[in-house]
């Protein structure tokens, strides 16, 4: 409409036609055509956007769902979970198998990548995990079963995973792990941290992976603290991890606080050190899960 307009003042201009130039009147037109496309395709955008967040709050709700609504309940082991994903949806899980009042299984996972593709495996993972209730007892056995499940399921995504079991009758844990970072055991009689580490291959990349198993005697006082990496990885504005060290210190200078709020300190902690607490945002789900023997 524009063109035409102007090839109007060009034919006044040789005087081929007689009148009044309204050119301007033509840019004003074409002015407002470009308005309206412009803000129709920003109201399109904004729907997509707003359709997209609401699928993303439908998906957080059905991740929160498969997730445990509390804690397990057992004389003599207090637990406390906390579970903080970077975005809507997050590839961090952990869930349990209560046997009975003095046996209890734990998994704590984490999927590679972020988003609704992990998430999506997460819930894959709960599904797998349910099915290993009969063999609770034998963390090697659960792993593998995992594996097994998950395996050829997808191929750019691979689960790291501790299971423990706790048996509060003997004083025993059993522990196995696929690639995933070492549970940390602090003495309550020696006051030190140890790692223990007893890792086989991740999980969904190698159908005949073989997991191992080993036995920790804990007592009155002791704490374990399993978690995914997003704790260990959290970095400054210097790009320095928050690592092992500062964890392990941290364990052994907070052990007389109850399990609950060892848990709230150490992730404040951890936000304090990264700067997620200012603008800056959160770079990995965070999950941790505190066993206290009493």
């Known amino acids: 409409m524009w063109l035409l307009f102007i090839l109007h003042a060009n034919l006044l201009g040789l005087k081929i036609l007689r009148g009044h130039n309204v050119e301007v009147l033509g840019c004003l037109v074409f002015i407002a055509c470009l308005g309206y496309v412009s803000a129709n395709r920003t109201f399109a955008n904004e729907e997509r956007l707003l359709a997209i967040s609401k699928e993303l709050e439908i998906a957080r709700r059905i991740q929160s769902s498969t997730l ?83 395996c050829g399921r997808f191929d750019a995504h691979f689960v790291t995973a501790a299971y423990l079991f706790v048996d509060l009758e003997k004083g025993l844990l059993q522990y196995s792990a696929a690639a995933h970072p070492p549970l940390l055991l602090a003495s309550g009689a020696a006051g030190k941290v140890r790692e223990i580490e007893e890792n086989g291959l991740m999980l969904g990349m190698f159908p005949e992976a073989v997991y191992s198993s080993v036995e920790i005697r804990v007592g009155p006082g002791d704490r374990c603290l399993l978690h995914t990496d997003g704790i260990l990885e959290a970095k400054n504005a210097a790009r320095e991890q928050f690592g092992k060290s500062r964890c392990k210190e941290f364990l052994e200078t907070q052990r007389d606080i109850p399990a609950a709020r060892f848990a709230n300190t150490l992730l404040d902690s951890v936000a304090g050190f990264s700067g997620y607490n200012s603008a800056r945002a959160q770079e990995d789900d965070i999950t941790l899960l505190v066993l206290d023997f009493q």
């Open 68 to 150: 445990p609504q509390s804690v397990p309940t057992l004389a003599g082991l207090e637990i406390a979970a906390r579970y903080v994903p970077m975005s809507a949806v997050a590839g961090d899980f952990y869930d349990f198998l209560c046997i009975n009042e003095k046996h209890v299984g734990i998994l704590v996972a984490d999927v590679t990548g972020h988003g609704v593709p992990a998430a999506l495996i997460a819930s894959m993972l709960k599904v797998a995990f349910e099915d290993q209730a009969d063999h609770a007892h034998d963390p090697a056995r659960v792993l593998s079963g995992l594996n097994r499940s998950l």
